[in-house]
């Protein structure tokens, strides 16, 4: 072999040995995927009236959320009576014991206007581009020197539906 082909044939067999150490390369899929269930949560805050007047009217309010995932197309909710109601249909009441009763009345406006009837529809707002909706309810207790001194409570049921 001659002098000038050795450098050559080592630096072929370089070349040869470089190739066959680079890297393989495989290919594959992943699948991705996500299921979208159209869930709504409802709240409220408290409708706290406080202390009771004996000469004017008491007024309270309180702001319904509903927050849906998805595009939604709720509208309204519905208002129940409340846990006190007496009868159940007509006579929203805060309750004190098992005898002390005050009685309240729930309005969609602020000036009163007719009282929410037994699961009556309140409409809701979309508050903004959101799938966020509220109401704000208004509450009205008639002054009275009558009602016995307590704590008095009530619980009324928000219903809102919605398609899935």
Do not use: W
């Amino acid at each position: 072999m001659n002098s000038r082909s050795a450098p050559s044939l080592a630096a072929g067999m370089l070349v040869a040995a470089v190739g066959l150490a680079q890297a393989q390369t495989a290919t594959g899929e992943m699948g991705v995927s996500a299921e979208v269930a159209r869930t709504c949560t409802l709240s409220a805050e408290p409708l706290a009236f406080g202390t009771l007047s004996v000469t004017e009217v008491t007024n309270g309010s309180a702001l319904v959320t509903l927050e849906c995932n998805g595009v939604s197309t709720v509208t309204t909710i519905l208002v129940g009576m409340g846990a006190n109601a007496d009868p159940p249909t007509t006579q929203r009441n805060l309750a004190a014991g098992i005898d002390d009763r005050v009685p309240y009345t729930l309005h969609e406006l602020e000036a009163g206007g007719a009282d929410i009837a037994t699961d009556g529809a309140v409409t809701l707002v979309q508050v903004g581009t959101t799938n966020t909706y509220t109401a704000t309810l208004y509450g009205k207790i008639q002054p009275s020197p009558a009602y016995p001194m307590g704590t008095y409570a009530d619980t009324v049921i928000l219903t809102a539906n919605y398609a899935p």
